[in-house]
Nanobody
Framework: QVQLVESGGGLVQPGGSLRLSCTAS????????MAWYRQAPGKQRELVAA???????NYADSVKDRFTISRDNANNAVNLQMNSLKPEDTAVYFC??????????WGQGTQVTVSS
């Protein structure tokens, strides 16, 4: 199983920024697909942003032009820069990673709360 640990969540005012990090316990070169999902209370978990080993990215329409996902191969991490945050971005954010073999794993989640 892919072992992942998230960090960087917290409370921020609307319009503010946060940067989430997800660190893998292995060389992320072997993790071909990494993504951030989020789950708000009473809602299903949804894809926020994804990035492949080659650097191709994909974003949910609701976060395009506000969020940026990036891979930090030197530190075996994937980051999510979140700008212009809105109250509807409030959720638990989860990191996901999958190896080419299909073995995958989730992080434990980090809370992001956008409120004045």
């Amino acid at each position: 199983q892919v072992q992942l640990v998230e960090s960087g969540g917290g409370l921020v005012q609307p319009g503010g920024s946060l940067r989430l990090s997800c660190t893998a316990s292995e060389n992320i070169f072997d993790i071909v697909f990494m993504a951030w999902y989020r789950q708000a209370p009473g809602k299903q978990r949804e894809l926020v942003a994804a990035i492949t080993r080659s650097g191709s990215t994909n974003y949910a329409d609701s976060v395009k032009d506000r969020f940026t996902i990036s891979r930090d191969n030197a530190n075996n991490a994937v980051n999510l820069q979140m700008n212009s945050l809105k109250p509807e971005d409030t959720a638990v954010y989860f990191c996901y990673g999958r190896r080419i073999s299909g073995v995958a794993g989730w992080g434990q989640g980090t809370q992001v709360t956008v409120s004045s």
